[in-house]
C-alpha cells in the first residue's frame, strides 16, 4: 500500500522548456511535504518543500505547489536545464514525524 | 563541511554472509535514519536514531537486521545471513531536528550492497 506515489517514472522535455512532476498521497494526516532530486552514485539532496498552510512555494526556477482536497503536489522547473536531470523524490509526512514516506522517483530528462 | 560519509561504497558478498554497513552523520546532527533503497523502488525507511531516546525499529524487514549507534555518532547497520533480496543500496540521512518543519534530512551517497 504505497502512501506516496509518483506515477511517472520518467520525463523528457527540452531544454528552457517547463518540467513538471507530479506526486499523489492518499494519508489525509500529512502536512508536510518535500522534494529532493538524486544525481546517480549520490544520496538525495533536499529541493524544496511546502507544508499544508501553503499551496505554493517557489524557490527560484522550483515551485511546489500543493492542492490538498486532490491529494496531490507538483514540482514545476522553468526553465529546464540539463542540469536538472536527474531523478526526483516527493516525500510526505505529518509535520510533527520524523518519519517520510517517499515516492518511487520520476527520472527526469532535459534535452540540450 | 564534511556531509554524510558512508562506507563501503559497494559491497558484494554470498548468500548467508554477514554484513556491517557504516555511516557516518554530519557532526552536531542528533537524529540518524537508515533507508534502503531497491530497483525499482523508492526509499524505505527502516530505523531512526535520536539522542539517546529508544530507536524506532518498526521499519527494520526482519530480525536479521539490526542497527546501534555509538556515542550518539557514527551509526552501523549490520545484516545477517544475508539474502539476496537484500540487495539494494542503503543510504544514512541525519537531520539537525527531529521533525516537523525544516527537518531536511541530509543524505550519504549509499552503499550498493549485491548479495551473490
Known amino acids: 500500500d504505497q502512501q506516496v506515489k509518483q506515477n511517472s517514472p520518467s520525463l523528457s522535455v527540452q531544454e528552457g522548456r517547463i518540467s513538471i512532476l507530479n506526486c499523489d498521497y492518499t494519508?489525509?494526516?500529512?502536512?508536510?511535504f518535500l522534494w529532493y532530486k538524486k544525481y546517480p552514485a549520490e544520496g538525495p539532496t533536499f529541493l524544496i518543500s511546502?507544508?499544508?498552510?501553503?499551496d505554493k512555494n517557489e524557490d527560484g526556477r522550483f515551485t511546489v505547489f500543493l492542492n490538498k482536497s486532490a491529494k496531490h503536489l507538483s514540482l514545476h522547473i522553468v526553465p529546464s536545464q540539463p542540469g536538472d536531470s536527474a531523478v526526483y523524490f516527493c516525500?510526505?509526512?505529518?509535520?510533527?514525524?520524523?518519519?517520510?514516506?517517499f515516492g518511487t522517483g520520476t527520472r527526469l530528462k532535459v534535452l540540450a | 563541511g564534511a556531509g554524510v560519509s558512508q562506507s563501503p561504497s559497494n559491497k558484494v558478498t554470498e548468500k548467508g554472509k554477514d554484513v556491517e554497513l557504516r555511516c557516518d552523520p554530519i557532526?552536531?546532527?542528533?537524529?540518524l535514519y537508515w533507508y534502503r533503497q531497491s530497483l525499482g523502488q523508492g526509499l524505505e525507511f527502516l530505523i531512526y536514531?535520536?539522542?539517546?531516546?529508544?530507536?524506532?525499529k518498526s521499519g527494520l524487514p526482519s530480525d536479521r537486521f539490526s542497527a546501534e549507534r555509538t556515542g550518539g555518532s557514527v551509526s552501523t547497520l549490520t545484516i545477517q545471513r544475508t539474502q539476496q533480496e537484500d540487495s539494494a543500496v542503503y543510504l544514512c540521512?541525519?537531520?539537525?531536528?527531529?521533525?516537523?518543519?525544516?527537518?531536511?534530512?541530509?543524505f550519504g551517497p549509499g552503499t550498493r550492497l549485491t548479495v551473490l
Open positions: 540521512a541525519s537531520s539537525s531536528i527531529a521533525g516537523g518543519v525544516g527537518n531536511e534530512q541530509f
Open positions: 494519508n489525509s494526516m500529512f502536512d508536510y
Open positions: 511546502i507544508s499544508s498552510i501553503k
Open positions: 516525500a510526505a509526512g505529518d509535520s510533527g514525524t520524523y518519519k517520510y514516506i
Open positions: 557532526s552536531g546532527h542528533t537524529a
Open positions: 536514531f535520536q539522542g539517546n531516546s529508544a530507536p524506532d
